[in-house]
């Protein structure tokens, strides 16, 4: 994958970067080889203990979407997904942030979410709709190279099945769930 993009910072408070990616050789759902595009813009505006980052991601996918019941026309079609996360930071001391994300996931061909569900050894076929993320959480910093990030967090989807009535969450059961989490980040 051809990857470029720039970064702009206005000298205080404000940082805008710009990526995009192109590639020849990313498969397809349906395993064709076409022409996969990615785009993210990235804005970071920090002010006082406060820092706030909104974040735009766009892919699409050459002949991503083959529709064998097409009738009279081309059975392929440009597969796209995109989506807006936002976060707000606040800077506590020197060891403790605490944060919150809103994010909105659309793909709207099931081409991008699909998932391995138990006693599976390949993808159940994706999930058309929107996604959507409210999360809350800490960063714990102790160390300069120790990063301790617990967090709770609830998705849900408003969208298509899957083939069988198969949900995104819980099994394939539900369209939302609840979440809690840690993770730990060493960096050495």
């Not at 994010?103 to 390949?122: A, L, M, N, S």
């Not at 959507?132 to 990063?147: D, F, K």
């Not at 899957?162 to 989490?181: H, K, M, N, V, W």
């Amino acid at each position: 994958m051809g990857i470029g993009g720039f970064m702009w910072n206005n000298g205080d408070n404000l940082t805008v970067s710009y990526m995009y990616g192109y590639s020849v050789d990313e498969p397809t759902t349906y395993g064709a080889t076409t022409p996969r595009h990615i785009s993210t813009l990235v804005v970071t505006y920090s002010r006082c203990d406060w820092t706030y980052v909104f974040q735009n991601d766009i892919g699409w996918q050459e002949d991503g979407v083959f529709n064998p019941n097409t009738e009279g026309g081309d059975p392929f079609s440009t597969a796209e997904w995109y989506g807006i996360n936002q976060y707000l930071f606040y800077t506590i001391n020197d060891c403790w942030k605490a944060g919150a994300r809103v994010e909105w996931f659309r793909d709207d061909d099931g081409v991008r979410v699909g998932g391995i569900r138990p006693g599976q050894t390949i993808p159940t076929s994706g999930f058309a709709g929107n996604f959507y993320n409210l999360t809350a959480g800490l960063n714990w910093t102790p160390h300069a190279n120790i990063n301790v990030r617990p967090e709770i967090r609830y998705d849900w989807y408003d969208g298509l099945a899957a083939p069988g009535g198969i949900e995104p969450y819980d099994d394939g059961s539900r369209t939302d769930q609840f979440l809690y989490g840690v993770d730990l980040i060493v960096l050495w």
